[in-house]
């Protein structure tokens, strides 16, 4: 799945257009590597967003292509 169809589907960014925005900007790292807005994201991958000053870190845990707001947050598992 392309990272930022995967921000959009497991909420951790609102909309589809602002996580392409964040991916442009280089403030969204997979494994410790900058990613573009197409990049495929895997299990077991560690993404990190940086929010202003503020960073998130989260491991992928599922993939899916469609999450109810309940189900989203199964998505992922947060570690910093």
Known sequence: M?????LKVSRLIKR???ANEACD???ILIN???AK???KVKVDDIIE???GTRVTKVKVLDMNEHAKK???KNLYEVIQ
């Open 37 to 39: 807005a197409g990049t």
């Open 32 to 34: 410790d590597k900058v």
């Open 70 to 72: 309940e189900e989203a």
């Open 16 to 18: 589809r257009t602002v």
């Open 2 to 6: 392309r990272l930022d169809k995967y």
């Open 49 to 51: 967003i940086q929010f």
């Open 25 to 27: 900007a280089g403030r």
